[in-house]
Each structure stands twice: as C-alpha cells, then as structure tokens.
C-alpha cells in the first residue's frame, strides 16, 4: 500500500464519494489514515438488559423479536420501533428517520446496540441507538471514533472504511527508526494506526495521539534545522566586527542600551560576521527598545558599503522608523543616505538605508548590493519575499526579525525551530509601571473624569473599540450560522468606531478634539491624523485595532480599550504598549460590559502582568497555544500545534532530531526520515 496514492485506487470510492472525502481534505491513503477522530464516543459500558437503568448510555447483544415502521401523527418523522430481548429481559429501541433498517434487520438477527436509554409510556427504550450485527465491534460495545464529518459522510461511514483498511496497515513502513523509538517510548506506526481509530480505552487513545505528536514535532523540527543547514551553504557578505564603529554610534543616542539590548546587538553584530546569512528573530515586548538595536546592526553593514533594508507591516511604522532614521543619521559623522517605499510614497529609492513596505518589493525600487534586511513585527519572512529579495543579489542578505509578541521559549522551538533567537526581557529604565485597571459600567463615568483631568494636563488618550458581532437571525429554515464576510466584519469595526466617536465628541467630550481612525480611510487620511495627533492636535483618537503595531506618541497616557473582553491577552498588551513612552505615569483602562469567567481571567492576568513573557505563559494556560498570537499563523499542523502545551515532547523532538542529524546530516540512512522531512518543507514552507 503506498500512503501516497490517490483515494480513487481504493475500492468502493467512487466520484461521490471522492467528492466527499476531498471536502475533507482528503486526498490520499496517508490523508484517510490519517483522519484522526476528534472524540470518542464511549460505548464501553456492557449491559443486560435488565440492569439498564434511565439516562445512561451503555451497550447490549439482543436479539430482534419484531421490528416495524411508523409514521408519526405529524406525518414528518418515521419511526423504527424493534423489541429486543436478551437471557435477562426485553427491551424498546426506537430510530428516528431511518426507515430503512426494518428492511435491513429481520426478527431473529442477534444485534450489538449502543446509546442512551429514556423514558415513555412507563417503559424504558433505547434512544437511536448506534447498532451492528453482533458479530462485530466497529460501532458498537467500545469507544467509538467520532470524526470531522462532512454532508453525505458521517463518522459511520469513516469507521466502516477505515476498519477495512487496518488489515494492510501492517505492511506501512514506519518512519521512525527503532532505536529512537525505544529511547522516547513512542510506539510502533502500525500500532498506533490502529489505536488511534480503534482504541480499547482512553488510554490507549492517547498513547497514540502521543506517538503521532512526537512525529509531527519530530519532522517539523528535522525540516527547521535542515533549512537552517541549507542556509548556512549561503554565502552572504561577512562584516567585520567593529567594536569602535559601534561605539561611536551608540554614542550619539541620548540614552544608554540596556544590557539586554547590548546583548542581542552583540548575537547579531556576530552573526553578520559570519559568511552565510543571519536568520535570527529579535523578541521583544513593546517599547523595548528593537529599532536601535536594529539601526546599529545597520550602521555596520552600511559601513562595509552594503546597503540595508528595514520592512515594516504597516505604512504608518514605515514612516516613523524613517523619520527615526532620518534623525540618527543627522547625528553621524558619516551621513548616510535613507529613503523610503511604501504605496503612497517614495523618496530616495537608491538610498543606502531604505525603509518601506511591501511596496519595498516593487520593480520600481532598486534592491541591488542588500546586505542587511529587517523585518518589523513579523514573525518570518515569507518565502515568496525572501526570493524577491535575493533574486537581484549577488549575496544572500543576512536576516532579522523583530517581533513584539513574545511566546514561550519552548513553543517558539516548536513553531521557528530554525530561526535564531535574541531576546530583550527588561525594559528602559526611565519607564514608569503602566497602570491598568479594570473598569465596570458603573465606574465608567469616573474614568471619563479622570481622562478630562489628564486632558487638562495637556495628556493625550486612545480609544480602541472592537467590532460589533452583530447578532445573526436564526430563523427554521436557515439554522446553519452564516459566516460573515471580511467586508461585514471591517464595517461592523468602523461602525463601532463611527458610533463611538459620535457618542465622545457629541455627548461626553463636546468640547475637546477628538478624531477617528479605521481601515476605511485612505492611507493619506490616516497619515494626516496621525501627524496631527503626534503633534498634539488631537486629544482623543477614536480607532479600530490598526493602531495595534509599532506607533510612538511619548505624550499619550491613557490608553481605554472599549469592549476589552473581545480581545485576546496578546493584542491587549500590545495596545497598552502604545502608552507609557514617554515621561508621564501612563493608564490603561479595560471596559468591559458583562464578561464571561474566563476573558475576566484573561483581564485580570493583565492588571497583574505587565511583562509580554508573563502575559504569553498565562495565554499558553488560559487558552492553549492556538490562540498565542503568531503561533497560529505558523502553519503547524494540528497535532503538533495541540501538543505544543507539553514542553517535554517539544524537547524530545528537538533533541532527537539534532541527534539523528548530526550523525547523518543529509539522512543518508533514513530514506523514510528523509521523505516526511521533505513533506513538512512543503507544509512550513520552507524553501
Ligand atoms: P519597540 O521594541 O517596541 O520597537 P522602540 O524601538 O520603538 O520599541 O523603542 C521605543 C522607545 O524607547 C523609542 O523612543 C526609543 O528611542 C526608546 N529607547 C530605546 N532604547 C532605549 C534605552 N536603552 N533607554 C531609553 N530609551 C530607549
Ligand atoms: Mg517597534
């Protein structure tokens, strides 16, 4: 059996059926084996009949004494009613809409059932319970697998094929050479396989889910370092270290690095030192301190004549880092040039540093001699860009990352095992604690006082409200939720925008400057307010969450999160990081209305953390990993992304997988490692 080949060489699947499988995602064998189930149904408890008793879902052999079909007074429903009867007692089962079992099922047949028992008429019946002849177990009498289903395929279905096709799972090669499986007692493939589907109990479930975790983890973390192998064959320029060069720079800045800064400029000033490319990611919470480490980073590679790149997410962080940029350089002895590129302007497009969007990556903008290019606030560089940029060089760039989401240490192997990592944990001195508070209904007209008091001391303040999910309708015939389109959720967020801003500058603050932002406007538009509000010509700003990343307004102190509980711990804190960057004690209010226990939770971590790490640990616990920010986007698979709670998987695996790595670099010896390492490539991405 070859895990790779089309579904369409199995017996019994049709084009309907492929059709099916194919809404599943469902492609190959590997694909269908691997159909995990989500749950299980546990029909393990075994029964006579005469001990059943109301409510409880359990399993008996009976045999069929009568069986028939009624249709109810409504004339809509069709019920199958058989009596059953085993050596202890009879019994009623009834089934819903499913006329054809009378037809399947001749009194006399002996039937395993398994489900929930119910009350009528003074008797106790089975309720549509889950059947098969008693001769076998596949849906019955056991934990039965219950998985993703589609329309036309239900899990019945799934447990029917897949048990016909155990008998040949025997013969699957298993990737995973023995003697790692005997170090990590993980179990064999074909075990696993069956114990997936058809566990005899939970346990045995989860050591096969374990096995198929480790695997994941495994191959992802063979694919990572691989990549990183294959970098390290780059050639890129090598930049002399230059102790006195950075000195001297750091020497204009009004401030001293933090050693945490100092450090990381040291990990990357050695990176570039070396003759293939850097591929680390800078982490650090909002207001660290990232862009100068970054700038310096430059300074050397501009210094040896190459230029540099510094990419942003968002037009209006691409225009602060140049006007950052801009005003370091003045400061130097050797000026060098910067420009910009982003869709609405461009200056200067041969510069030696030049700063811009993705519009960076335009024909128009001259990307030759690139030695250095940062990315802000983006996890990885994606592969299409990264070939956009080396495509025009000679040499491989060295890369940088910079990210203000900071995620576990652990978890961050698991999702950029092949990325360096420099971490700045403390923050500059001179930053008072923001102060957070939680701020019910009844408190919230003392918060509107308190905002007018920092007015008047000439403070400014941000307003961020979340989008209104308005309520869908659910009416008879359409009870399947609609899904709503990105279009109706960007409005329904500008409306909320639109509405609040009508109730602040109409009702609350009448008298003072205040100004909206949303996705709606132009890029020109939200640029022009937000120079106004750097200039202190707005008080209040009203704003979706576009102004989450990167901006600095040093003489905001108040940052009110409107309908706090719809957002996730992540993004509140990096909300509150666009306060308290300047000199002035700094507030952040989260409003909430009604919020359920656990976004309460997620609050309260808030008030109490004011480190992003703290903060993404408390997310990992709350939450699970799926919802730390970055880590979603990260393309791991399910089971890996599941398992990436269990700290100690994720090291086996990386362990493992440098071991076997670095006795067989290129997997000479495991063909089998050396395919599903190239599959998890295509599934990361990775080049
Ligand atoms: P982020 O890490 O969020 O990108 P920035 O690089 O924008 O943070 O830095 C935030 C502010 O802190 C900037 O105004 C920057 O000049 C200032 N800053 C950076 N490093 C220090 C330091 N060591 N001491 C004091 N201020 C600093
Ligand atoms: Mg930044």
């Known amino acids: 059996m070859n895990l790779e080949s089309s579904i369409k060489t199995l017996t019994k699947i049709g084009p309907a059926v492929e059709k099916r499988l194919n809404r599943l995602g469902i492609k190959t064998i590997r694909d269908l084996l691997w159909h995990f189930p989500h749950r299980y149904e546990d029909f393990s408890n075994q029964k006579n009949i005469a001990d059943l008793v109301l409510g409880e879902t359990a399993s008996i052999k009976a045999k069929i004494i009568q069986i028939n079909t009624v249709r109810t007074w409504k004339k809509r429903m069709i019920l199958t009613e058989a009596l059953l009867e085993d050596q202890t007692g009879q019994i009623k089962a009834i089934w819903f809409n499913q006329p054809y079992l009378a037809k399947t099922f001749l009194p006399g047949l002996i039937l395993s059932l398994s489900g929930k028992t119910a009350f009528r008429d003074e008797e106790l019946y089975l309720s549509n319970p889950a059947y098969e002849n008693a001769l076998n177990n596949t849906h019955t009498a056991r934990l039965a697998p219950i998985y993703p289903e589609t329309q036309g395929l239900s899990s019945r279905w799934l447990r029917t094929y897949i048990r016909s096709l155990l008998p040949m799972i025997k013969s699957i090669p298993d990737p995973l050479p023995n003697e790692l499986k005997q170090k990590t007692k993980i179990i064999d493939l074909p075990r696993a396989?069956?114990?997936?589907?058809?566990?005899?109990?939970?346990?045995?479930?989860?050591?096969?889910?374990?096995?198929?975790?480790?695997?994941?983890?495994?191959?992802?973390?063979?694919?990572?370092?691989?990549?990183?192998?294959?970098?390290?064959?780059e050639k890129s320029p090598q930049i002399p270290i230059n102790i006195e060069l950075i000195k001297k720079f750091l020497k204009t800045l009004p401030f001293e690095l933090t050693p945490d800064q100092k450090n990381s400029l040291w990990e990357i000033i050695q990176d570039l030192n070396k003759p293939y490319p850097m591929n680390r990611l800078l982490q650090g919470d909002v207001g660290s301190g990232k862009t100068i480490v970054a700038l310096a980073a430059a300074m050397a590679v501009l210094n040896q004549n190459y230029r540099a790149v510094l990419m942003s997410p968002t037009e209006i962080l691409a225009q602060q880092h140049f006007k950052t940029a801009k005003e370091i350089m003045a400061r130097q002895e050797k000026k060098y040039s910067v420009g910009i590129a982003t869709s609405s302007k461009k200056e200067n497009l041969d510069a030696e540093l030049l700063i811009g969007t993705h519009a960076l990556i335009s024909q128009s903008?001259?990307?030759k001699n690139i030695g250095l290019v940062i990315i802000d606030e983006q996890h990885r560089f994606g592969v299409s860009q990264r070939h956009a940029l080396i495509k025009s060089q000679k040499l491989v760039p060295h890369f940088l990352s910079m990210s203000a989401t900071p995620i576990p240490r652990t978890v961050a192997l698991a999702v950029w095992g092949d990325l360096d990592i420099s971490l700045i944990k403390e923050m500059p001195k001179a930053r008072k604690k923001i102060i957070t508070k939680i701020v019910p209904p009844e408190k919230r007209k003392a918060a509107y006082d308190f905002i007018r008091k920092e007015i008047e001391a000439n403070r400014q303040v941000f307003v961020i409200c979340p989008r209104i999910e308005e309520k869908i309708k659910e009416n008879f015939e359409d009870f399947m939720p609609r899904q709503a389109s990105w279009d109706d959720l960007l409005m329904s967020e500008v409306k909320a925008v639109k509405?609040?801003?009508?109730?602040?500058?109409?009702?609350?603050?009448?008298?003072?400057?205040?100004?909206?932002?949303?996705?709606?406007?132009?890029?020109?538009?939200?640029?022009?307010?937000?120079?106004?509000?750097?200039?202190?010509?707005?008080?209040?700003?009203?704003?979706?969450?576009?102004?989450?990343?990167?901006?600095d307004i040093p003489n905001a102190s108040i940052m009110m999160i409107e309908g706090a509980e719809h957002f996730g711990l992540a993004q509140?804190?990096?909300?509150?990081?666009?306060?308290?960057?300047?000199?002035?004690?700094?507030?952040?209010?989260?409003?909430?209305?009604?919020?359920?226990?656990?976004?309460?939770?997620?609050?309260?971590?808030?008030?109490?953390?004011?480190?992003?790490?703290?903060?993404a640990e408390r997310d990992l616990v709350l939450r699970g990993p799926g919802d730390l920010a970055g880590v979603r986007q990260s393309g791991l698979p399910d089971l890996a992304m599941a398992s990436l709670k269990d700290i100690d998987l994720i090291k086996m695996a990386r362990e493992s997988a440098l071991k076997i790595l670095k006795s067989d670099p290129v997997l000479k010896n495991y063909p089998l490692l050396q395919k599903g390492t190239e599959r998890f490539q295509k599934i990361l991405h990775l080049e």
């Open 572 to 615: 509140l804190h990096q909300f509150r990081g666009r306060v308290g960057r300047g000199p002035h004690q700094s507030y952040c209010f989260l409003l909430t209305e009604s919020p359920a226990k656990n976004s309460m939770e997620r609050l309260k971590a808030l008030e109490k953390f004011d480190s992003g790490f703290d903060l």
């Open 193 to 233: 396989l069956n114990q997936i589907h058809f566990p005899k109990n939970f346990q045995e479930a989860e050591i096969a889910k374990r096995r198929f975790a480790f695997e994941e983890l495994f191959f992802i973390q063979l694919a990572f370092l691989k990549n990183k192998h294959k970098l390290a064959q």
């Open 365 to 367: 903008v001259n990307l």
């Open 499 to 551: 509405n609040e801003y009508k109730k602040l500058s109409g009702e609350i603050f009448p008298d003072l400057k205040i100004a909206m932002l949303h996705g709606q406007l132009k890029s020109k538009e939200k640029e022009a307010i937000m120079k106004k509000f750097t200039r202190g010509e707005i008080q209040i700003l009203v704003s979706t969450s576009v102004v989450e990343v990167g901006i």
